[in-house]
């Protein structure tokens, strides 16, 4: 199996994934520019490899990975798969059928959880989730992951709650 080297990579994404125009994000500002990661992270070799790349970003003390519906779902699956290290998955809001959990999958409270996202603009989400997984289900999250920063707030907002915060590429990495 043959991964992408890191500028074949960023060539593949922006190949199958950036779109231009106008876009109004999930924080309310206005782009250029749009990085459709369900274009990418549909296709299993684009997949496989970015995972590839995002193993080292993962610290040997993460015992859980964790991905926020809906689109850090297949990126925590394939790193899942690709470090042999258990994943969770993390709803928006609780749901309203069933067992009702904000939070799928098998967890201990002393694990040591590391949150994977695609996409993180403010990083004003991922700050609530991760709120969420400490207040409410008493889980020790010890870093974010991403496969893009769009670098438009996120490394201050995680540094303003202590968070360590590494992404595979940045927007300057993907020429935008």
Do not use: W
């Amino acid at each position: 199996m043959r991964y992408y080297q890191r500028n074949e990579l960023i060539a593949k994404v922006k190949e199958v994934a950036l779109l231009e125009g106008d876009f109004v994000l999930r924080s309310g500002k206005r782009s250029k520019y749009y990085l459709d990661k369900y274009l990418f992270e549909g296709i299993p070799s684009i997949l496989r490899s970015l995972v590839h790349h995002m193993a080292r970003l993962v610290p040997e003390d993460v015992n859980r990975l964790a991905g926020v519906e809906l689109g850090g779902i297949p990126v925590v699956t394939a790193l899942s798969q690709e470090t042999d290290i258990p994943c969770i998955f993390v709803r928006k809001s609780v749901k309203e059928h069933g067992t009702s959990k904000l939070v799928e999958g098998v967890f201990e409270p002393t694990d040591r959880v590391l949150m994977v996202e695609d996409v993180v603009t403010t990083g004003g989400q991922l700050i609530e989730m991760i709120g969420h997984l400490k207040e409410d289900m008493g889980l020790s999250v010890v870093g974010v992951i991403a496969v893009l920063d769009r670098d438009e707030g996120s490394r201050e907002a995680f540094a303003e709650i202590g968070m360590p915060f590494n992404a595979l590429f940045s927007r300057e990495d993907l020429g935008f």
